[in-house]
């Protein structure tokens, strides 16, 4: 069965330092997203990206963040300089098309010291 | 208002027992909708798609009343390896983004 696969699985930084995180979306997937999750809240929306621009993001996706594929298969998130409120799970998930589900890689936990 | 607010929880139940979770959203444009589980630090696992008929698989139902923006779950004959969190999950009436809510631990316990 097809999935979104993510790396690393846990990175540790130090504050002030630039992360990419990685992501390899399903083969036939169009729409490819960016969420994360503090320990003990919920799961935020960050951006949505289609046909090689970003569709939509949220209040959280400041200036530090940014979102490229740079190839066709590979979807990344970069945060320029790390703040120690960054440290969440980052997930990427992808879908088929806008009405349909999305299916979530298993995460980067992003340790910011 | 939460834009996706869900019972508190955790609920703790015995082995077998039928366990309901109750969402409810806040805006009346969403058009879909979902039950994702999420095991403890790992990523949301799509669980179902809620229709607005209702929808059952297996020990899972779901039903959806948009007149009362009101999504619920329903889980029969509970088993060990249904502990997790559950994540009412609501897409945006643009569609695209998903917006969770904060999700309702379950421990089934023999």
């Known amino acids: 069965e097809p999935e979104v696969t993510q790396t690393p699985s846990h990175q540790v930084t130090q504050m002030g330092q630039e992360v990419i995180l990685r992501c390899v979306p399903i083969?036939?997937?169009?729409?490819f997203y960016w969420y994360r999750q503090i320990l003990g809240q919920k799961v935020e929306f960050l951006v949505s990206?289609?046909?090689?621009?970003?569709?939509?993001k949220s209040e959280i996706f400041d200036d530090q963040f940014s979102v490229e594929r740079p190839d066709g298969s590979n979807f990344t998130l970069k945060i320029r300089s790390t703040k120690l409120e960054d440290s969440a799970m980052y997930f990427c998930?992808?879908?088929?098309?806008?009405?349909?589900?999305?299916?979530f890689g298993p995460g980067t936990r992003l340790t910011v010291t | 208002r939460k834009e996706v607010e869900q019972d508190p929880g955790p609920f703790n139940v015995p082995e077998g027992a039928t366990v309901a979770f109750n969402c409810t959203y806040s805006?009346?444009?969403?058009?879909?909708f979902f039950w994702y589980r999420q095991d403890c630090r790992k990523e949301p696992k799509l669980l179902m798609s809620?229709?607005?008929s209702g929808n059952e698989d297996g020990r899972f139902t779901a039903q959806l009343n948009r007149a009362s923006q009101y999504i619920s779950l329903l889980i029969r004959d509970s088993k060990l390896s249904d502990s997790a969190t559950y994540l009412c999950?609501?897409?945006?009436?643009?569609?695209?983004?998903?917006?969770f809510g904060q999700g309702t631990e379950l421990s089934v316990k023999p």
């Open positions: 999950v609501v897409k945006g009436n643009q569609g695209g983004k998903l917006i």
């Open positions: 998930a992808s879908e088929e098309d806008r009405v349909y589900e999305q299916y």
């Open positions: 809620v229709y607005s």
């Open positions: 805006n009346s444009a969403s058009q879909s």
């Open positions: 990206f289609y046909n090689n621009e970003i569709s939509e």
């Open positions: 083969s036939n997937h169009l729409y």
